[in-house]
């Protein structure tokens, strides 16, 4: 067995804020816009603005070496990895979203994409392992009690932790499914299991529609967006552009955006598409500042954490035709760490499994030497 890559992933939020100069003398004329921001959020931005013809758009990117944010696949550390295996962030599209841009992205670009397949469910406090429509059963059952939960919270006025909502219908409501059970698939579930989640703002489709994957590589959906389709022009990114200040300077009637090598861009327009965490530590300077509510907001937005580990052995040893197994479990000392696995056999015809580590585990991940790694995966 071999160790083949640790990775880390911090989930970001990218925020959205526009910052407009006076354009009222400049009607009719095509408008500057800056883009802060190299990931899928800015790439969108400047591809949607870009498209009207109405924009002159320019992507600033901080990262050295490549744009994507999220979204990496590391095609010159791996060489003889191809998709899945080497995609160190993004690599699932949600199929219960319904008009998903990204799932028209990869429909457009005629991208090949695979479904996960099916799950195992293993519960190892009872000895109990669930395939097939029983695990579906299962997850069909937790999925009407998150529906509940969030009834309840619409139906009180007020918004309420969802992992306590879901616990309370957990309590008083009768299921079909064995409500121990039902309660560690909570406590196992990456976003429930995060405290002081806002139960009105959940929205399930977007967390359990995670089932399909672009083969070669999620990186083609960049690719896309930043070298266009038929007869849309590239956008133009610049890297190693890290931005120091943001000044909406009334004078000129424009928005002036400075970056650390002390270059100016003059722009009519700005979108900042930052990561969350960028953004709490202020290493930006907004001038003016933005309004306190929107800092209270930012200071308040709490961030997920997320690791992957990819073990290549020697043969395969699993169930080729299950797609995900999944332990649930109640040991809060296991809670997140390597309880999915994803079987990448099925995608790559090499016997490769991808676990999966969130929240304090993928922390704590984070710390461990090679062969500590390796223990808890193995």
Request: charged share 25%; glycine share 8%.
């Amino acid at each position: 067995m071999d160790c083949k890559k640790c990775m880390t992933l911090i989930l970001k939020i990218s925020i959205i804020v526009v910052v407009m100069g006076d354009n009222s003398n400049n009607e009719g004329a095509q408008k500057q816009v800056v883009i802060v921001g190299g990931g899928i959020a800015g790439l969108a931005a400047a591809r949607k603005l870009q498209n009207t013809g109405q924009f002159v758009v320019n992507v600033l990117e901080a990262r050295r070496e490549r744009y994507g944010g999220r979204i990496f696949t590391d095609r010159s550390s791996f060489k003889l990895a191809k998709g899945m295996e080497v995609d160190l962030g993004a690599n699932w599209l949600n199929s219960m979203v319904k008009d998903n841009p990204l799932a028209k992205i990869v429909s457009d670009g005629e991208l090949a994409v695979k479904s996960a397949g099916s799950v195992q469910l293993h519960f190892p406090e009872k000895g109990q392992v669930y395939t097939g429509d029983d695990a579906n059963k299962i997850f069909t059952e937790f999925y009407k009690i998150t529906l509940q939960a969030m009834q309840k919270a619409t139906d009180s006025g007020r918004d309420l932790d969802l992992k306590k909502a879901i616990q309370s219908v957990l309590r008083d409501e009768d299921t079909v499914a064995d409500k121990t059970l039902l309660s560690s698939v909570l406590e196992s579930h990456y976003t429930m299991s995060l405290a002081d989640h806002s139960t009105q703002l959940f929205d399930p489709k977007k967390e359990f529609g995670w089932d399909t994957a672009v083969v070669d590589g999620f990186d083609q959906i960049v690719d896309i967006l930043v070298g266009g389709q038929r007869k849309e022009s590239t956008l133009s990114v610049e890297l190693r552009k890290p931005v120091r200040q943001i000044e909406v300077n009334k004078t000129r009637n424009k928005v002036l955006v400075r970056t650390r090598d002390l270059k100016q861009y003059d722009a009519d327009a700005v979108v900042v598409a930052l990561p969350l965490g960028v953004l709490k530590t202020e290493t930006v300077i907004f001038d003016p500042p933005l309004p306190k509510g929107w800092k209270k907001t930012i200071e308040n937005i709490g961030i997920g954490f997320s690791n992957k580990l990819v073990l290549q052995f020697n043969k395969v040893f699993w169930p080729e035709d299950v797609g995900i197994f999944t332990m649930v479990t109640s040991n809060q000392d296991e809670m997140g760490m390597l309880q999915t696995w994803v079987n990448l056999h099925r995608y790559v015809n090499k016997p490769l499994l991808m676990g999966m580590l969130h929240d304090q585990a993928a922390v704590r991940f984070e710390n461990m030497t090679d062969d500590e790694i390796k223990e808890n995966g193995m």
